[in-house]
């Protein structure tokens, strides 16, 4: 089963509209990272937060981790048609015999109307 | 740099036939894995390798092999392709360190088994 899960499933909003993906996840994390996917494309880095941070700012991109209820939330500020994609969190093991094992949820559709 | 670079972009095979899909990268990155992403889902874990003679299993590897002889090489093999198969399939790398978990994605192989 996904470590991460995404909600929600698809979004369609206006151009100019924020934009806010959740993402749960199940077992304790080290860090989580958030990737994005333009339509039949390879998936694009875009953040990642680290287990002692609760809050992370990149450009239109703010993201929030709450460890206690093991979510974490995107929110993409006065958005663009072109940041019309699929939006994934990630987690990766960062010891043991798993260090480097990723897992990613099913991520959220989001469709930015011109 | 080319990045992460795959081949094919597209493959039909039959069921039980083998073939390899290639992925190679240009940045000297330690770490490299296989995903699949089935219609409408998030990544699964194939395999990965945290190095050159290194690799291991992923949340789905039934089916599929991998080796690392190389740095910059990680080819999948796929031993006798069944339907189930049909999927897109991403590689990735990424440093070791503190940007471990900055993962750079090919742009994919469209696999079709019939």
């Known amino acids: 089963s996904q470590q991460g899960e995404e909600d929600p499933q698809a979004l369609s909003i206006q151009e100019g509209e924020n934009a806010t993906m959740n993402c749960s996840y199940k077992?304790?994390?080290?860090?989580l990272q958030w990737y994005r996917q333009n339509s039949g494309r390879g998936l694009v880095h875009l953040i990642l937060i680290r287990s002692n941070e609760r809050e992370k700012h990149s450009g239109r991109l703010r993201v929030t981790l709450d460890t206690s209820k093991k979510s974490s939330s995107l929110l993409i500020t006065a958005s663009r048609a072109a940041d019309t994609a699929s939006y994934f969190c990630a987690t990766v093991e960062e010891h043991g015999t798993n260090a480097g094992k990723s897992t990613f949820g099913d991520g959220t559709t989001l469709t930015v109307k011109p | 740099n080319a990045g992460v670079t795959q081949t094919p972009k597209f493959q039909v095979l039959k069921t039980g036939q083998s073939m390899t899909l290639q992925c190679a990268q240009d940045?000297?990155?330690?770490?490299m894995s296989w995903y699949r992403q089935d219609p409408g889902m998030g990544l699964r874990l194939i395999h990965y390798?945290?190095?050159?003679?290194?690799?291991d299993q992923g949340e789905v590897p039934n089916g599929y092999n991998v080796s690392r002889s190389t740095t910059e090489d990680f080819p999948l093999r796929l031993l006798s392709a069944a339907p189930s198969q049909t999927s897109v399939y991403f590689c990735?790398?990424?440093?070791?360190?503190?940007?471990?978990?900055?993962?750079?994605f090919g742009p994919g192989t469209r696999l079709t088994v019939t």
């Open positions: 390798s945290v190095g050159a003679g290194i690799t």
């Open positions: 077992t304790s994390i080290n860090n």
């Open positions: 990735a790398s990424s440093i070791s360190g503190t940007r471990f978990y900055e993962q750079y």
């Open positions: 940045m000297n990155h330690e770490y």
